[in-house]
């Protein structure tokens, strides 16, 4: 394995991880989240897969933004940075969002997309006290409070189910930078994803766990119903953290589609 900083505008890096030989596999983590999310089947890809998992803006070890920023510009950038012409594209919740986003933006250069309890610009959710206590949390970057909604709504299985070692950790230490970063993540709100669905041609899987929020399945639903031919696949014992519950199944499905 390689570890390499990417350059982003504003002066900023994104921390990569680079493994293997094979087409190129892009992993794109959710908002609180950084490349520890794929911790149970990065090693495993790379046996078949040139693979690519980084942090997003913010996260992890990448730098924080110090200007708006997008974070399609910052995969974009990954692409150009390992000279791969084309790649699969693997996203789970906002990092679906974007490779969705992206996928719509710069379709000549993703060969398959696979979307993993993915959320979806303009798609509006029902409200809910725990969802707008989230939302609060967020806005006014209170980590701690962010870290706790996001254990029980998203990580709803909790230390009972494998992986959890990882994910309690790793959401603690991302709550408030990856807050932060999606305040200055910049939106262009006349151009949203599931008013476009129909123009994706790439070979897309909707990936869906179980145990995850009812909307990620309504989202799930929306998105296999407005994309051409897309597939969805509902994977048991898991929640919204499924590459560290059920790493076994997703690799499987992974190697079959992407």
Do not use: C
């Not at 980084?54 to 730098?63: C, E, F, L, N, P």
Request: avoid cysteine; proline fraction near 7%.
């Amino acid at each position: 394995m390689k570890t390499e900083l990417i350059p982003v505008g504003g002066a900023g890096h994104l921390y990569a991880e680079r493994a293997g030989d094979g087409p190129p596999l892009v992993l794109l983590h959710g908002s609180v989240h950084d490349s520890r999310l794929w911790n149970g089947i990065f090693t495993e890809l790379a046996r078949h897969h040139t693979v690519v998992r980084y942090d997003a803006r913010g996260h992890g070890r990448s730098t924080p933004p110090t200007a708006p920023f997008r974070y399609e510009d910052d995969l974009l950038a990954v692409l150009d940075h390992f000279d791969f012409r084309t790649a699969g594209l693997v996203g789970l919740s906002m990092g679906g969002e974007v490779a969705l986003d992206f996928t719509l933006e710069h379709p000549e250069r993703v060969r398959s997309l696979t979307l993993i309890g993915a959320s979806a610009g303009g798609h509006e959710w029902p409200r809910s006290p725990q969802l707008d206590a989230y939302a609060a949390a967020q806005r006014a970057s209170d980590a701690r409070r962010v870290a706790e909604l996001e254990l029980s709504l998203w990580a709803s299985l909790g230390d009972r189910a494998p992986g959890f070692e990882v994910i309690e950790p790793m959401v603690r230490e991302n709550a408030e930078t990856g807050s932060a970063a999606e305040k200055g993540h910049a939106l262009d709100p006349a151009e949203v994803a599931v008013d476009h669905l129909t123009r994706i041609k790439t070979p897309t899987t909707i990936v869906v766990g179980a145990d995850d929020h009812p909307e990620i399945h309504t989202i799930a639903a929306r998105l296999t119903d407005g994309i051409p031919d897309a597939r969805q696949v509902v994977i048991t014992e898991a929640d919204h953290y499924l590459p560290l519950r059920t790493p076994g199944p997703l690799l499987e499905l992974l190697l079959g589609v992407a």
